[in-house]
């Protein structure tokens, strides 16, 4: 029973292109979350969603960030027109219906250095 | 420029030692929290949860302990091993969101 899957690992993009972070929830799972972490601190909210909704968006920057979390296939948050302030590291977790934080899965992260 | 980054607050333990690790939460309504471990390179690893109801929670090796009325989580960890050796963060549950505490880094020595 595969946990959550982040794609890729690594990623670099030069500044001004576009990163697409994909994750693939815990099978079962129909909540899906992303959080940034930047080095040496904590993980931050950005965005919660559920298949084809996106419920709360409230600590996603309003430009050039979007997520979406398709019928079928994964999560993919997507940035557009990176900047050197979008280095971090960025992790999707996943959790059951109705959650309140229990069974929340995360993923290893994808590492997006800019450059 | 170059800019200066925050440096965790690092504990160091001896193998087989105890460990405390402390933290403080924000929202006196949070219900639910949760210690993760995170090593190099990796996600956050659940570790042990409580809820507000309780003021104490045991797993093997590892408690955790609540204090409301100072909105103070503590994680205590018996017999230290190295691989043991990680960041370890607090988090709160509420508005379905996770709000993460600052961190602090355990280093084990053997």
């Known amino acids: 029973n595969a946990g959550v899957m982040q794609n890729p690992r690594h990623l670099v993009r030069r500044r001004g292109q576009e990163a697409r972070l994909r994750c693939s929830p815990v099978?079962?799972?129909?909540?899906v979350y992303w959080y940034r972490q930047l080095p040496e601190e904590g993980l931050k909210f950005m965005v919660y969603?559920?298949?084809?909704?996106?419920?709360?968006e409230s600590g996603m920057p309003k430009e050039r960030f979007s997520a979406e979390f398709p019928k079928e296939g994964p999560s993919i948050l997507r940035i557009q027109q990176v900047v050197r302030g979008d280095s971090a590291a960025y992790f999707c977790?996943?959790?059951?219906?109705?959650?309140?934080?229990?069974?929340?899965?995360f993923g290893s992260g994808t590492r997006l250095t800019v450059v | 420029g170059e800019s200066v980054g925050l440096h965790l607050p690092t504990l160091s333990v001896q193998e087989g030692d105890n460990s405390i690790i402390n933290c403080a939460y924000s929202?006196?309504?949070?219900?639910?929290f949760i210690w993760y471990k995170q090593e190099s390179g990796k996600g956050p690893q659940f570790i042990i949860d409580?809820?507000?109801?309780?003021d104490k929670r045991q797993g093997q090796r590892v408690t955790v302990l609540l204090n409301k009325t100072v909105k103070h989580l503590s994680l205590q960890i018996a017999a230290t091993q190295p691989g043991d050796s990680a960041v370890y963060f607090c988090?709160?549950?509420?508005?379905?969101?996770?709000?993460f505490g600052k961190g602090n880094q355990v280093v084990v020595i053997p």
């Open positions: 977790a996943s959790s059951p219906p109705v959650s309140g934080g229990i069974g929340y899965t």
């Open positions: 099978k079962g799972h129909s909540h």
């Open positions: 969603l559920q298949k084809e909704n996106i419920i709360d």
């Open positions: 929202n006196s309504a949070s219900d639910y």
């Open positions: 409580i809820r507000s109801n309780m």
């Open positions: 988090a709160e549950s509420g508005n379905n969101r996770l709000a």
